[in-house]
Protein backbone atom coordinates (compact mmCIF):
# COMPACT_ATOMS: atom_id res chain seq x y z
CA UNK A 1 0.00 0.00 0.00
CA UNK A 2 1.15 3.07 -1.14
CA UNK A 3 -0.06 6.80 0.35
CA UNK A 4 0.26 10.50 -1.35
CA UNK A 5 0.59 12.94 1.10
CA UNK A 6 -0.13 16.51 -0.62
CA UNK A 7 0.80 18.51 2.37
CA UNK A 8 -0.06 21.90 0.55
CA UNK A 9 -2.72 24.45 1.47
CA UNK A 10 -4.93 23.89 -1.44
CA UNK A 11 -8.49 22.64 -0.77
CA UNK A 12 -9.51 19.21 -2.79
CA UNK A 13 -13.08 18.55 -3.73
CA UNK A 14 -14.54 15.64 -3.93
CA UNK A 15 -17.22 15.69 -6.76
CA UNK A 16 -20.13 12.42 -5.82
CA UNK A 17 -23.35 11.54 -8.27
CA UNK A 18 -25.27 12.51 -5.27
CA UNK A 19 -25.65 14.59 -1.97
CA UNK A 20 -26.15 11.49 0.37
CA UNK A 21 -22.71 9.72 -0.93
CA UNK A 22 -21.24 13.30 -0.51
CA UNK A 23 -21.74 13.34 3.22
CA UNK A 24 -20.41 9.77 3.75
CA UNK A 25 -17.36 10.52 2.03
CA UNK A 26 -17.14 13.88 4.35
CA UNK A 27 -18.02 11.77 7.48
CA UNK A 28 -15.37 9.41 6.99
CA UNK A 29 -12.69 11.96 5.64
CA UNK A 30 -13.57 15.00 7.82
CA UNK A 31 -13.41 18.74 6.43
CA UNK A 32 -16.19 20.85 5.89
CA UNK A 33 -18.88 19.59 3.30
CA UNK A 34 -17.70 19.33 0.05
CA UNK A 35 -14.20 20.09 0.78
CA UNK A 36 -11.50 17.22 1.81
CA UNK A 37 -8.38 18.82 2.80
CA UNK A 38 -5.60 16.51 2.21
CA UNK A 39 -3.39 16.66 4.99
CA UNK A 40 -1.80 13.91 7.82
CA UNK A 41 -4.26 14.40 9.97
CA UNK A 42 -7.09 12.69 8.34
CA UNK A 43 -5.12 9.80 7.22
CA UNK A 44 -6.05 7.62 9.92
CA UNK A 45 -9.57 8.18 8.98
CA UNK A 46 -9.24 7.28 5.78
CA UNK A 47 -7.24 3.81 6.54
CA UNK A 48 -10.36 3.24 9.44
CA UNK A 49 -13.02 3.93 6.85
CA UNK A 50 -15.21 0.75 5.82
CA UNK A 51 -13.35 0.00 2.45
CA UNK A 52 -16.50 -1.80 0.58
CA UNK A 53 -18.69 1.64 1.20
CA UNK A 54 -15.90 4.02 -0.46
CA UNK A 55 -14.16 2.07 -3.12
CA UNK A 56 -15.51 3.02 -6.55
CA UNK A 57 -17.51 6.25 -5.03
CA UNK A 58 -15.64 8.67 -6.36
CA UNK A 59 -16.01 10.40 -9.79
CA UNK A 60 -13.68 13.13 -9.86
CA UNK A 61 -11.23 14.81 -7.36
CA UNK A 62 -10.63 18.30 -8.90
CA UNK A 63 -8.22 20.88 -6.60
CA UNK A 64 -7.25 24.46 -7.21
CA UNK A 65 -3.27 23.66 -7.94
CA UNK A 66 -2.49 23.32 -11.22
CA UNK A 67 -1.21 19.74 -12.34
CA UNK A 68 -2.24 18.13 -9.35
CA UNK A 69 -5.54 16.40 -10.34
CA UNK A 70 -4.20 13.38 -11.94
CA UNK A 71 -2.27 12.38 -8.54
CA UNK A 72 -4.71 13.81 -6.08
CA UNK A 73 -6.95 10.95 -7.65
CA UNK A 74 -4.30 8.61 -7.30
CA UNK A 75 -5.07 9.18 -3.17
CA UNK A 76 -8.30 7.32 -2.81
CA UNK A 77 -7.93 5.29 -5.67
CA UNK A 78 -5.06 3.70 -3.57
CA UNK A 79 -6.03 4.11 -0.40
CA UNK A 80 -8.58 1.38 -1.06
CA UNK A 81 -6.51 -0.73 -3.80
CA UNK A 82 -3.55 -1.92 -1.77
CA UNK A 83 -0.13 -2.00 -3.55
CA UNK A 84 2.61 -4.34 -2.78
CA UNK A 85 6.27 -2.73 -2.48
CA UNK A 86 7.39 -4.96 -5.62
CA UNK A 87 4.89 -2.39 -7.28
CA UNK A 88 7.54 0.87 -6.30
CA UNK A 89 8.74 1.49 -9.60
CA UNK A 90 5.44 1.68 -11.32
CA UNK A 91 4.42 4.38 -8.89
CA UNK A 92 7.98 6.09 -9.19
CA UNK A 93 7.47 5.91 -12.97
CA UNK A 94 4.30 7.26 -13.12
CA UNK A 95 5.28 10.49 -10.69
CA UNK A 96 8.20 10.86 -12.92
CA UNK A 97 6.08 11.00 -15.80
CA UNK A 98 3.58 13.61 -14.42
CA UNK A 99 6.91 15.86 -13.59
CA UNK A 100 8.07 15.37 -17.02
CA UNK A 101 4.86 16.29 -18.51
CA UNK A 102 5.00 19.55 -16.74
CA UNK A 103 8.75 20.47 -17.26
CA UNK A 104 8.18 19.98 -20.83
CA UNK A 105 4.94 22.05 -21.25
CA UNK A 106 7.05 24.86 -20.54
CA UNK A 107 10.49 23.88 -22.33
CA UNK A 108 12.27 23.19 -19.63
CA UNK A 109 15.51 20.93 -19.77
CA UNK A 110 16.22 19.09 -15.92
CA UNK A 111 18.50 16.68 -14.90
CA UNK A 112 17.86 14.45 -11.94
CA UNK A 113 19.74 13.56 -9.01
CA UNK A 114 19.18 10.26 -6.94
CA UNK A 115 20.22 11.42 -3.33
CA UNK A 116 20.86 8.30 -0.96
CA UNK A 117 20.89 7.97 3.09
CA UNK A 118 22.44 10.13 5.28
CA UNK A 119 24.46 9.59 7.99
CA UNK A 120 21.61 10.93 10.66
CA UNK A 121 18.31 8.97 9.56
CA UNK A 122 16.22 6.34 10.95
CA UNK A 123 14.84 2.87 9.37
CA UNK A 124 16.12 -0.15 8.95
CA UNK A 125 18.99 -1.32 6.65
CA UNK A 126 16.44 -3.41 4.87
CA UNK A 127 13.83 -0.85 4.01
CA UNK A 128 16.65 1.81 2.90
CA UNK A 129 18.01 -0.73 0.39
CA UNK A 130 14.32 -1.91 -0.97
CA UNK A 131 13.52 2.01 -1.39
CA UNK A 132 16.75 3.23 -2.59
CA UNK A 133 16.89 0.23 -5.37
CA UNK A 134 13.21 0.87 -6.28
CA UNK A 135 13.84 4.81 -7.06
CA UNK A 136 16.91 3.69 -8.84
CA UNK A 137 15.12 1.08 -10.88
CA UNK A 138 12.49 3.18 -11.90
CA UNK A 139 15.27 5.69 -13.53
CA UNK A 140 17.00 2.92 -15.25
CA UNK A 141 13.78 1.71 -16.90
CA UNK A 142 12.79 5.09 -17.75
CA UNK A 143 16.35 5.05 -19.38
CA UNK A 144 16.37 9.07 -17.65
CA UNK A 145 20.24 9.90 -16.65
CA UNK A 146 21.05 10.60 -13.10
CA UNK A 147 23.42 10.91 -10.89
CA UNK A 148 23.97 9.74 -7.77
CA UNK A 149 24.07 12.23 -4.61
CA UNK A 150 25.31 10.43 -1.90
CA UNK A 151 24.19 10.89 1.63
CA UNK A 152 22.01 13.72 0.74
CA UNK A 153 18.52 11.73 1.19
CA UNK A 154 16.02 13.20 3.58
CA UNK A 155 16.58 11.47 7.16
CA UNK A 156 13.14 9.17 6.80
CA UNK A 157 13.79 8.09 2.93
CA UNK A 158 15.62 8.28 -0.34
CA UNK A 159 14.88 10.92 -2.69
CA UNK A 160 15.04 12.04 -6.47
CA UNK A 161 15.39 15.88 -7.16
CA UNK A 162 14.99 17.78 -10.50
CA UNK A 163 16.70 20.43 -11.44
CA UNK A 164 15.12 22.69 -13.87
CA UNK A 165 17.76 24.63 -16.30
CA UNK A 166 16.19 27.85 -17.47
CA UNK A 167 17.31 29.79 -20.56
CA UNK A 168 20.39 31.47 -19.20
CA UNK A 169 21.45 28.19 -17.51
CA UNK A 170 21.29 28.53 -14.14
CA UNK A 171 19.61 25.80 -12.14
CA UNK A 172 16.67 25.33 -9.82
CA UNK A 173 15.69 22.22 -7.39
CA UNK A 174 11.75 22.12 -7.73
CA UNK A 175 10.40 18.51 -7.89
CA UNK A 176 11.37 15.72 -5.81
CA UNK A 177 9.63 12.27 -5.33
CA UNK A 178 10.68 10.73 -1.49
CA UNK A 179 10.39 7.72 0.07
CA UNK A 180 8.86 7.92 3.71
CA UNK A 181 9.29 5.39 6.83
CA UNK A 182 8.46 7.21 9.23
CA UNK A 183 4.90 9.05 8.99
CA UNK A 184 3.18 6.09 8.25
CA UNK A 185 4.81 4.91 11.73
CA UNK A 186 3.82 7.56 14.18
CA UNK A 187 0.27 7.50 12.78
CA UNK A 188 0.48 3.50 13.30
CA UNK A 189 -0.83 3.37 9.87
CA UNK A 190 -2.01 -0.72 8.37
CA UNK A 191 -3.52 -1.75 5.69
CA UNK A 192 -4.24 -5.71 5.01
CA UNK A 193 -1.83 -7.50 2.18
CA UNK A 194 -2.57 -10.13 0.04
CA UNK A 195 -1.45 -12.54 2.89
CA UNK A 196 -4.23 -11.50 4.90
CA UNK A 197 -1.88 -9.80 7.63
CA UNK A 198 -1.01 -6.42 8.53
CA UNK A 199 1.82 -4.35 6.63
CA UNK A 200 2.62 -0.92 7.18
CA UNK A 201 2.32 1.51 4.08
CA UNK A 202 5.41 3.42 3.14
CA UNK A 203 4.42 7.49 1.92
CA UNK A 204 5.40 8.92 -1.20
CA UNK A 205 5.71 12.61 -0.76
CA UNK A 206 6.03 14.28 -4.67
CA UNK A 207 6.34 17.51 -5.36
CA UNK A 208 6.02 19.17 -9.47
CA UNK A 209 6.85 22.74 -8.50
CA UNK A 210 7.66 22.85 -5.04
CA UNK A 211 7.04 27.04 -3.82
CA UNK A 212 4.31 27.53 -6.71
CA UNK A 213 5.27 31.39 -6.27
CA UNK A 214 9.05 30.54 -6.60
CA UNK A 215 8.61 28.34 -9.95
CA UNK A 216 6.34 31.40 -11.22
CA UNK A 217 9.20 33.46 -10.50
CA UNK A 218 11.74 31.18 -12.29
CA UNK A 219 9.11 30.62 -15.64
CA UNK A 220 8.84 34.75 -15.92
CA UNK A 221 12.49 34.70 -16.00
CA UNK A 222 12.90 31.84 -17.99
CA UNK A 223 10.91 33.54 -20.84
CA UNK A 224 11.78 36.82 -20.05
CA UNK A 225 8.03 37.55 -20.24
CA UNK A 226 7.94 36.79 -23.73
CA UNK A 227 5.28 33.64 -22.60
CA UNK A 228 4.26 31.41 -25.01
CA UNK A 229 0.54 32.37 -26.75
CA UNK A 230 -1.11 30.04 -24.56
CA UNK A 231 0.06 31.65 -21.17
CA UNK A 232 0.58 35.00 -22.05
CA UNK A 233 -1.75 37.43 -19.75
CA UNK A 234 -2.64 39.40 -23.16
CA UNK A 235 -2.64 37.25 -26.17
CA UNK A 236 -3.94 39.74 -28.78
CA UNK A 237 -4.07 43.60 -29.15
CA UNK A 238 -6.40 45.10 -31.45
CA UNK A 239 -4.93 48.43 -32.67
CA UNK A 240 -7.46 50.77 -34.41
CA UNK A 241 -5.48 52.93 -36.34
CA UNK A 242 -7.63 55.83 -36.11
CA UNK A 243 -10.78 57.04 -34.21
CA UNK A 244 -12.99 56.25 -37.21
CA UNK A 245 -11.89 52.41 -36.73
CA UNK A 246 -12.80 51.98 -33.46
CA UNK A 247 -16.68 50.40 -34.03
CA UNK A 248 -14.78 47.37 -36.27
CA UNK A 249 -12.03 47.24 -33.31
CA UNK A 250 -14.35 46.69 -31.05
CA UNK A 251 -16.04 43.80 -33.00
CA UNK A 252 -13.13 42.21 -33.55
CA UNK A 253 -12.37 42.39 -29.25
CA UNK A 254 -15.59 41.35 -28.91
CA UNK A 255 -14.95 38.28 -31.41
CA UNK A 256 -11.68 37.41 -30.04
CA UNK A 257 -13.06 37.37 -26.42
CA UNK A 258 -16.45 35.08 -27.67
CA UNK A 259 -13.57 32.77 -28.78
CA UNK A 260 -11.93 32.37 -25.18
CA UNK A 261 -8.88 34.34 -26.25
CA UNK A 262 -7.68 37.25 -24.03
CA UNK A 263 -7.47 40.42 -25.97
CA UNK A 264 -7.35 44.26 -25.01
CA UNK A 265 -8.08 47.28 -27.57
CA UNK A 266 -6.17 50.18 -27.82
CA UNK A 267 -8.51 52.99 -27.75
CA UNK A 268 -5.88 56.18 -27.82
CA UNK A 269 -5.44 58.79 -29.86
CA UNK A 270 -1.98 57.74 -30.92
CA UNK A 271 -0.10 56.89 -34.45
CA UNK A 272 0.09 53.27 -35.28
CA UNK A 273 3.70 52.87 -34.86
CA UNK A 274 3.62 54.47 -31.33
CA UNK A 275 0.87 51.48 -30.33
CA UNK A 276 2.56 48.50 -32.37
CA UNK A 277 5.87 49.82 -30.90
CA UNK A 278 4.61 49.73 -27.40
CA UNK A 279 2.57 46.63 -27.87
CA UNK A 280 5.97 45.21 -28.85
CA UNK A 281 7.92 46.41 -25.94
CA UNK A 282 4.96 44.63 -24.06
CA UNK A 283 5.99 41.00 -25.80
CA UNK A 284 2.28 40.52 -26.64
CA UNK A 285 1.76 37.63 -28.98
CA UNK A 286 -0.14 39.36 -30.97
CA UNK A 287 -1.35 42.40 -32.92
CA UNK A 288 -4.21 43.00 -35.12
CA UNK A 289 -4.09 46.44 -36.85
CA UNK A 290 -7.48 47.29 -38.55
CA UNK A 291 -8.42 50.29 -40.24
CA UNK A 292 -10.53 51.09 -43.37
CA UNK A 293 -9.65 48.41 -46.03
CA UNK A 294 -10.37 45.67 -43.03
CA UNK A 295 -13.50 46.88 -41.64
CA UNK A 296 -14.52 46.81 -45.40
CA UNK A 297 -13.76 43.18 -46.02
CA UNK A 298 -14.04 41.88 -42.88
CA UNK A 299 -10.09 41.74 -42.11
CA UNK A 300 -7.46 41.89 -39.69
CA UNK A 301 -3.82 42.77 -40.64
CA UNK A 302 -1.48 40.49 -38.21
CA UNK A 303 1.45 41.42 -36.88
CA UNK A 304 3.53 38.68 -34.13
CA UNK A 305 5.95 38.72 -32.02
CA UNK A 306 7.07 35.66 -33.78
CA UNK A 307 7.11 36.55 -37.37
CA UNK A 308 6.60 40.54 -37.65
CA UNK A 309 4.25 41.05 -40.49
CA UNK A 310 2.28 38.04 -41.07
CA UNK A 311 -0.11 40.15 -43.72
CA UNK A 312 -3.87 40.08 -43.92
CA UNK A 313 -6.29 37.53 -42.74
CA UNK A 314 -10.22 37.14 -42.27
CA UNK A 315 -10.99 37.31 -39.14
CA UNK A 316 -12.40 34.15 -38.81
CA UNK A 317 -9.24 32.57 -39.79
CA UNK A 318 -7.29 34.38 -37.26
CA UNK A 319 -9.98 33.31 -34.70
CA UNK A 320 -9.50 29.81 -35.66
CA UNK A 321 -5.66 29.80 -35.74
CA UNK A 322 -4.91 31.50 -32.69
CA UNK A 323 -7.65 29.10 -30.62
CA UNK A 324 -6.12 25.99 -31.95
CA UNK A 325 -2.41 27.14 -31.14
CA UNK A 326 -3.83 27.95 -27.57
CA UNK A 327 -5.36 24.74 -27.13
CA UNK A 328 -2.62 22.52 -28.28
CA UNK A 329 -0.14 24.96 -26.02
CA UNK A 330 2.41 25.45 -28.88
CA UNK A 331 5.29 27.35 -28.40
CA UNK A 332 5.87 29.19 -31.84
CA UNK A 333 9.68 30.13 -32.92
CA UNK A 334 10.47 33.52 -33.19
CA UNK A 335 11.87 33.68 -36.63
CA UNK A 336 12.05 37.38 -37.33
CA UNK A 337 13.10 39.91 -34.35
CA UNK A 338 11.02 42.89 -34.41
CA UNK A 339 13.08 45.94 -35.00
Known sequence: MWVYEKKLQYPVKIKTPNAKTAKYIISQLGGPDGELAASLRYMNQRYTAQPDKVKGILTDVATEELAHVEMISAILYQ?????????????????????NQVYSLF????????????????????????????LRSALEELGLPYVVNEGDGAFYGPKIDFHLEDSIGRTWQCGTIQLDFQLPLRF?????????EKHRPIMIH??????IERFIGILIEHF????????????????????KHLEYGQKVLETLNAAGIRAEIDTRAEKIGYKIREAQMQK??????VGAKE?????????????????????????????????????????????
Open 79 to 99: LTDGLTPEQIKDEIKGVVHLI
Open 107 to 134: GFKYHVELSTRPEDSMGSDEDWEMATEG
Open 188 to 196: NLEYTGADG
Open 206 to 211: RVAFGS
Open 224 to 243: AGAFPTWLAPVQVKVLPISD
Open 284 to 289: IPYMLV
Open 295 to 339: EEENLVSVRSRFAGDEGQKSLDAFVASVAEEIATRERREVVKEEN
